[in-house]
């Protein structure tokens, strides 16, 4: 049912699956996954979508540039727009987690015409994580792991002892149950060591600064914070939160609304920033509610 296939765009490879005919609803990873993040929502939503899930820049299989310019939020925007360009789409569903939905909640900014439904797991509008490293303590110190992956050691603490470092720091945070299998390891493990992939997924904490020390920063977005004031997203837009994320707290749904024209928020109070493994029909269920609504 899975197809892999390449797209040689916006000056790099990225590699992607496919699956099903129809609509597109395009699938953004974030760190440090890849596209078996989405494996789960290809097969439920390609039966009446073309479905697809991209390896990011920097990530498994797509190419990793060593400039960290290179990594910057616009190229990460233009990644997606010529993915969906080079598929034949002209307007498209968009579905982001931690990192990929920040390069999504960005996308309407860069092309508000193009985004006809934005779905956001677990993924903080940028102004709103500015303003919560700015004046919420408990954020700030959720988000003292930002330093770590910003340093030059990162890699060789993340990747020690054949990666279980990754493994035990990143996916098992907050997971109150083991959703991961062994056959998960495996490919987890596999797309970590492709060459570069470990430096790849950290420039992109690098290139934008994100962390406590930099809370004027927040996460890059292409205007500035009095502009996202003046100028909501009118693309109907929800945000799914797992509100045992014990690095991205709740604080990051409160005062969203001025950011968003249209806006539907769906807690789960069970679920961890891993909401997307652990409760996959959940998931599944709220991305199909709202885009047939």
Known sequence: MFQH????VNGVR??????GKGKLILFVHGFPEFWYEWK?????????HQAVALDMRGYNLSSKPADL??????????????????????KFILVGHDWGGAVCWSFPYYYPDLVERLIIINAPHPVVFARELRHNPAQQKASQYMLMFRSPQAESILSGNNYEEL?????????????????????????WSQPGALTGGLNYYRTAKVGPSAPEKGMEHPKSPRDLYATPIQV??????????????????????????????????????????????????????????
């Open 40 to 48: 789960n929502q290809i097969e439920e939503f390609g039966r009446d």
């Open 167 to 191: 493994y035990r720091r990143v996916l098992y945070w907050g997971v109150q149950k083991r959703v991961f299998t062994e056959e998960d390891r495996k490919a987890y493990l596999e797309a």
């Open 69 to 90: 310019e290179q990594y910057r939020m616009k190229h990460l925007v233009e990644d997606l727009r010529a993915l969906a360009e080079h598929l034949g789409h002209k």
């Open 236 to 293: 109907p837009t929800l945000v799914i939160w797992g509100e045992k994320d014990t690095a991205l707290l709740t604080g990051n749904l409160v005062g969203l609304e001025p950011y968003v024209a249209d806006l539907t928020i769906k807690r789960i109070p069970e679920g961890s920033h891993w909401v997307v493994h652990e409760k996959p029909d959940l998931i599944n269920s709220y991305i199909r509610e709202f885009i047939e609504g």
């Open 14 to 19: 990225l590699h992607y699956v496919t699956a």
């Open 5 to 8: 296939k390449y797209a040689d």
